[in-house]
């Protein structure tokens, strides 16, 4: 990674000087995530003023850009050489910067077949609750070796540090692309998407809004012709429109006013929770969007009666728990992380967990 730049140095005096003050501070970027996670408190730390991509070697696959970049510039130049994001961060209200993305831990509807946001992440460089400026990992594979810190940004929300720069690893855009429509049962979406991959199906996406299920293949051209005839169904015309509807939540389940939505995470073949409301199916039915009026614990309850866990992901009262409660041994784990990065506890407060 490059030297440390003005910007990050002036960052890291300004969380110094928080920090022996006792002074919190609210991690502020492009504000698409602002109405993720907890209310924010404390004073404003503008970050979006330190942009800028670092590093880009196409033939490494790996890209180097600091915290305030916008997703849009990065995109724009991996797209000039027939690459992409693989985790196909969303863009909510059509903003986001890396580091958002990274805070925030969200992947969109390829995350299950090429993976999440911190499995591409080869090394950040940080700025701790004590105003150091911190570094882990690096920009090639090889030197990602024992435990990853740099994974611990990804989700936490900028509760242990403000993430400065970030590597990772990309991958090349597939050369083909098709989506159909097949009249399928919300509940056999597990069942089928794991008899295609068994076949080598190449899957890239799956989505069921409630009535249809719509499958993107991605890959070589003949692979996804194939696959493609094989699944037989509707092809829709505006498929880019379609998967970027579902990544970035402008899709009408997630546009129309209705009560608090809500995101389950399920294990592998979980069948559908018993809760009144309206569902949307994504990952092959591992993550379920729920639009319902039912009170949280028992949102929760069934959810973990299944195995998994469920957020408060918009809407609803953002003072309480908005992620599910962790466990006592978890929590500890998360007080002693957060002691260990932020000791005066001014980076975020309470933006994950209360007290945290």
């Known amino acids: 990674m490059a030297r440390v730049s003005d910007r990050s140095q002036s960052i890291a005096e300004r969380i110094a000087a928080a920090s022996e003050a006792g002074t919190p501070l609210a991690i502020t970027g492009s504000g698409s995530k602002a109405f993720y996670g907890r209310a924010p408190q404390g004073e404003a730390l503008d970050v979006t003023g330190h942009r800028g991509i670092v590093n880009y070697d196409p033939t490494e696959l790996v890209l180097t850009a600091r915290g305030g970049t916008p997703l849009a510039e990065i995109e724009t130049a991996l797209d000039a050489e027939g690459q992409m994001l693989a985790f196909e961060p969303p863009r909510y209200g059509g903003g986001g910067t890396l580091g958002g993305a990274v805070a925030a831990g969200l992947s969109g509807p390829r995350r299950p077949f090429t993976g999440a946001v911190r499995d ?11 105003g150091e400026i911190m570094r882990f990992g690096g920009e090639v594979m ?3 070796a024992g435990y990853d810190v740099s994974r611990l940004m990804a989700g936490s929300l900028g509760t242990l540090g403000v993430i400065l720069e970030i590597s990772l690893k990309v991958l090349p855009r597939p050369v083909a692309a098709h989506t159909v429509v097949l009249e399928t049962p ?3 979406v597990f069942r089928h998407s794991e008899d295609w991959l ?39 015309d505006d498929a880019p429109g379609f998967w970027r509807s579902v990544r970035d939540h402008t899709h ?3 546009t129309s006013e209705g ?6 995470a399920l294990p592998p073949g979980a069948p559908l929770p018993a809760l009144d409301g309206a569902l949307f199916s994504e990952w092959a039915g591992k993550q379920l969007w729920l639009r319902s009026a039912a009170d949280a614990e028992s949102i929760r309850r069934e959810t973990a009666r299944l195995g998994g866990h469920a957020t408060l ?13 962790l466990e006592a041994v978890t929590l500890r784990l998360h007080r002693e992380l957060k002691r260990a990065f932020d000791p005066a506890g001014v980076l975020n407060p309470g933006r994950l967990y209360p007290n945290l």
């Open 259 to 264: 009560p608090p939505l809500w995101r389950l």
């Open 252 to 254: 009408d389940f997630f």
């Open 186 to 188: 919300m509940g056999d």
């Open 198 to 236: 068994r076949r080598g199906m190449p899957l890239s996406a799956t989505a069921h809004d409630g009535e249809r299920l719509y499958v993107r293949l991605s890959g070589a051209r003949s692979a996804v012709e194939d696959a493609t005839r094989a699944l037989g169904g509707e092809r829709i």
């Open 313 to 325: 992901f918009r809407g609803g009262d953002r003072s309480g728990e908005v992620f599910h409660p």
């Open 142 to 144: 090889k030197n990602v």
């Open 120 to 130: 591409m992440m080869l090394g950040t460089r940080v700025a701790n609750g004590r």
